[in-house]
Structure formats: structure tokens, C-alpha cells
């Protein structure tokens, strides 16, 4: 059987974090509604975010403190959140190597500077990263703990195989076949790579840890195009050392992985202490099998886009299968969608907070 949670931590850093019901989830302690966040709660179905981005790019928006600082208020002033996510990216990760990612419209993460080949990346990989580089993020996590109050903050980071598919293919792509290949012809130097991200996004979460961040997300979103055991020794053991290296730290960890409700059992292993997942996953099942973990999900963010009627549906199953959980955070199974109808979250967000 694999381990159960049952040691209680108090995470709470002030006496004002103590009204938090996301920390409180989290904890197991939740006994009013459960708490509500969406994943890209701050982004472009907001017309206050989209007044912002016609006059910047994104890079621009989340290397720049005052900006980060705003949009990540966004959707707490507008809806009243429980809890806040740091406005930045996952692929910011290997800037403390000098390597760089554009966001082109229409077309997603782009490289800036491309590499030759996996070599001319991992020489560039193997020079001693420069944390210097991430002080905007560290200073935007600073003012928003003096903005958000009672309101606690996410930090993240990338699982470091999803981090690696990018870097890797220098882009999006549907099947991320570059990296599936050198996994056959390279292994040893895919492993290098994975470390090198590993301990960068070490650093990184310690020093959001240190910043102010009352909890942090790992965003396992491509994890699940490895099958079997490269499933296991490519991506689910990355994760799991960055998750013991943060433990000691004393905050929540989410492990958030999308496509992989056939390894369920292997994330409850990392022992994350909330697992968030998508909507192919049942909430209810796996709260059956494993009463001690803390759950986040899982409303489909195509029906939040599409249907008020039909999400206000879901998020009614969902909050009535999870209704005598004390270990439930309302959330999407995967980010919002940047055309998502304002009506349609204030709806959700509205019943979610009258229970
Ligand atoms: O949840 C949050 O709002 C926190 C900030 C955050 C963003 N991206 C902001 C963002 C987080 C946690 C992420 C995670 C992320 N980024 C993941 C993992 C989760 C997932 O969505 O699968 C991945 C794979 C990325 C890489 C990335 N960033 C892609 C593929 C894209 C393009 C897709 C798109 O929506 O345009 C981005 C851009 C991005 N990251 C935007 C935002 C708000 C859109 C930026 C804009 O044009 O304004």
C-alpha cells in the first residue's frame, strides 16, 4: 500500500493566513466551502489583462515587477479568488543560463536563440546558472505579499521533463517527438539535461519559498507521452527529488499532471500534499482510495468556455462528489481558456463560494 499522509503541518507564515481556506484545505481543515483558483487565472479572457498586453508583450509583462505585481491582482479583485498564482512562466526557468523564450501570438513559446543541436544546448546548460537573473520574480513575489493580505500566493515551476520538451523542440508541438528521440539515441545526456533542470528549479522554488510563496505548483503537463518506465525514470523521477528537496521547506506542494489518470497510484507515491488533475480523472475514486490526500480540479475548461449551464453542471457534480471532503480545492483540470466568457467563472465562482 503506498504511504498515507498522516502527519498534520502547520503551514500558515502570519496570523492573516490563518483565515486562509486554501491553506486550510490543504491542511485538511476545511470545514466551510471548499477554497477556488483556476489555473491562468490571470490572463487574457480578462479585458483589464488585455488592456495591459496590447501595450507590452508577455515577456515583457512578467520580466517587469509592477506589471507581474498587477496582473497577478487581477483576478483577485475581480472574483475574489482564495488563492492568488504568481503571474510568470515555467520556461523562465533556463534564463539563469542566458537562454531565452519569446511568446509569439497564435503560435506559443518560441527560443530566442536557438541551439545548434542537444550539445550546443548542454554547453550552454553547463555553465553555473546566475539566480541574479531572477530578482524580478523574487521582488514581484515580495510586493504582492504586502498587496494580497489574507490572500495566500502560489509560487511554481515546470516538471523538468515538460521544461526539457521545449527546450528541447525550441517550441509547441502536439507529440514532442525531438525529445522521444534522443530519449532513445541519448539517453545519458537527456538524464544530464533533466538534472541540470532539477536543481535549477530547486533553487527556484526554495527562493519563491523564501520570497514570500505559501505554496508552489509543479506543472507536470507532458510527463504523460512516456510510456512506462520512461515514463517513470524520465519524468516522475525528477519530480520526486525536487519534491523532497522542498519538503523540509514546510509549504504545500500540487503536483498538477494532465493525461495521466492511469498513474494515479505513481503521483500519490511522490507524496505531493495536494494532487491536482484533469478531467479524465475522477475526483470522487481517487478521494475513495486515498482519504488523506488533498485533491484540486477538475472542471473541463472547454466546458467553462463553451457552456455556463453545462460548467454550473459539472461544478455541481464535482463539489457534491467532494462535499464531505475536508481536503477539496475547486479548481480547472488544465488552464483557463484566453476566450472563456466572463459570464461563465462568474457563475462557477459564484456557486462554488455559496456552498
Ligand atoms: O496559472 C497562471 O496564470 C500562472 C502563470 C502561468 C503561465 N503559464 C502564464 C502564461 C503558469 C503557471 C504557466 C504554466 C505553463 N506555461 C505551462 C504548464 C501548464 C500548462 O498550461 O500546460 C506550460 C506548458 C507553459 C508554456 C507556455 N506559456 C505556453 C505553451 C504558452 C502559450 C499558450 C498560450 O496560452 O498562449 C505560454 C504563454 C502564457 N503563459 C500565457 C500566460 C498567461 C499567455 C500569455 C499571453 O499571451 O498573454
Excluded at 509560487?155 to 522521444?180: D, H, N, R
Amino acid at each position: 500500500m503506498l504511504p498515507l499522509f498522516s502527519k498534520q503541518t502547520i503551514w500558515y507564515s502570519s496570523e492573516m493566513e490563518k483565515n486562509s481556506l486554501f491553506l486550510d484545505a490543504c491542511n485538511g481543515r476545511n470545514t466551510k466551502r471548499p477554497p477556488i483558483w483556476f489555473m491562468r487565472q490571470a490572463g487574457r479572457y480578462l479585458p483589464e489583462y488585455q488592456a495591459l498586453r496590447s501595450k507590452h508583450t508577455f515577456v515583457e509583462m512578467i520580466h517587469t515587477p509592477e506589471l507581474a505585481h498587477e496582473v497577478t491582482l487581477q483576478p483577485i479583485k475581480r472574483y475574489g479568488f482564495d488563492a492568488a498564482i504568481l503571474y510568470s512562466d515555467i520556461l523562465v526557468i533556463a534564463e539563469p543560463f542566458d537562454i531565452y523564450f519569446d511568446f509569439i501570438e497564435g503560435k506559443g513559446p518560441q527560443l530566442r536563440n536557438y541551439h545548434d543541436d542537444i550539445h550546443d544546448l548542454m554547453n550552454k546548460l553547463t555553465a553555473s546558472p546566475d539566480f541574479d537573473v531572477f530578482s524580478y520574480v523574487y521582488e514581484t513575489i515580495r510586493e504582492l505579499k504586502l498587496s494580497l493580505k489574507s490572500t495566500p500566493l502560489l509560487g511554481f515551476s515546470g516538471s523538468p521533463f515538460t521544461v526539457a520538451c521545449y527546450l528541447i523542440e525550441k517550441q509547441s508541438s502536439k507529440t514532442f517527438g525531438t525529445i522521444k528521440s534522443l530519449i532513445e539515441e541519448s539517453p545519458d545526456l537527456v538524464h544530464k539535461l533533466l538534472k541540470i533542470l532539477t536543481d535549477t528549479t530547486i533553487q527556484h522554488l526554495k527562493n519563491q519559498i523564501n520570497s514570500g510563496v505559501n505554496a508552489v505548483q509543479i506543472f507536470d503537463t507532458w510527463g504523460s507521452i512516456l510510456e512506462g518506465d520512461l515514463y517513470h525514470s524520465f519524468s516522475l523521477n525528477y519530480i520526486q527529488q525536487i519534491i523532497k528537496a522542498i519538503k523540509p521547506l514546510n509549504i504545500p506542494i500540487i503536483v498538477y499532471s494532465k493525461n495521466t489518470q492511469q498513474r494515479i497510484n505513481d503521483l500519490i507515491s511522490l507524496n505531493p500534499t495536494v494532487l491536482s488533475v484533469d478531467w479524465n480523472s475522477s475526483l470522487a475514486k481517487i478521494a475513495k482510495d486515498y482519504p488523506a490526500l488533498c485533491l484540486q480540479g477538475n472542471l473541463n475548461p472547454h466546458i467553462l468556455h463553451d457552456s455556463k449551464e453545462e460548467a454550473l453542471l459539472q461544478a455541481k457534480t464535482i463539489c457534491n462528489e467532494m462535499k464531505n471532503s475536508q481536503r477539496f480545492i475547486f479548481n480547472l483540470g488544465h488552464g483557463i481558456l484566453p476566450k472563456t466568457p466572463l459570464s461563465h467563472v462568474e457563475a462557477v465562482v459564484n456557486y462554488v463560494k455559496s456552498l
